[in-house]
């Protein structure tokens, strides 16, 4: 384990954009909590590096599809496209009949060296991303007319209905505060399952990913709001969040206010990662897309 760790890393150290859902303590928590069944098959060559799960004929990546907004092969992006080209061969001859995956950036090379390989190319999902500007006036003018009338509306309104909270970003993760807020919604409630709390508690503790926890209190330190994110580079991810109902708007507002707080502290990009939900576009989000590349047995591995 001790040998796949340091060989992960070191191939992970010529990866352009190292996602926290790249890394080697991410996929090992999955397996080790959500997925203790699987067999993950770490297949690597020429600094090249994919995890991947085969069940019934069918391969797809480790890490876990429902969790990991991104996932991919990482290494040399030089060698990408051998590397594929290689490991198409390796598991049709491996009797896999079907290669599945999911949620890859646009950035990523995999999409354009497969879909020349004959893969199937879709899209997943979106991830709505704001390119952050140097200030807040830029900002808000970035907004159309009736978003940014609404941002100043709604942050007005909580500033005003509830004058004695307090926000603060911190590097210290307090993972019981947001699932006590997560809990709190019904379709949350239901996602947090034993495995998935036991996992969300692990993501303070897994090595080489970077997190930023954003809260809304009020002064006595009653819960109002939550989130994490994710820090890659100099953007930021926004991973999950949870709100009391009972406070309304707060949600809107500490997604706001931690945007401002990027800003302010000079992040590029403000990443709200997979899902179109309404908000991510009021607060500027502009779709970026997630693919899905589906690769058949009978399809040829090369061009």
Known sequence: MEECENLWKNILANEPIVYPFYTYSWHM??????????????????????????????AHFSGGEEIADYLDCIGDTSKKQLFWQELLSYLKNNNVERI????????????????????????????????????????????????????????????????????????KINIDVLLTLMKQADNKKIFLTNDMELFFRSLPTLSNIQLLQANLTTKDGSLVA????????????????????????????LKSKMILWAIKNNYKEYNFLQGQERYKYELGGKDVSVYRITVHAAVPTSP
Not at 39 to 48: A, F, K, L, Q, R
Not at 115 to 140: F, G, H, K, S, W
Not at 226 to 253: C, E, K
């Open 29 to 58: 928590a999955w397996k080790k909590i959500l997925a203790p069944t699987s067999h993950v098959i770490v297949h690597y060559t020429n600094d090249v590096l994919v995890p991947l799960v085969i069940t019934n004929k069918e």
């Open 100 to 171: 599945v995956l999911r949620n890859v950036a646009a950035s990523s090379p995999t999409k354009d060296i497969l879909q020349t390989l004959c893969a199937r190319v879709t899209i997943e999902d979106m991830t709505p991303t704001i390119p952050l500007p140097r200030t807040e006036n830029e900002y808000l003018q970035s907004l159309d007319r009736k978003n940014r009338h609404e941002f100043k509306r709604k942050i007005n309104k909580f500033d005003l209905s509830y004058p004695d909270i307090t926000f603060l970003v911190t590097k």
């Open 226 to 253: 939550s989130v994490i994110l994710f820090v890659v580079n100099r953007t930021l991810l926004l991973y999950n969040s949870g709100f009391n109902a009972a406070y309304q708007g707060s949600g809107f507002y």
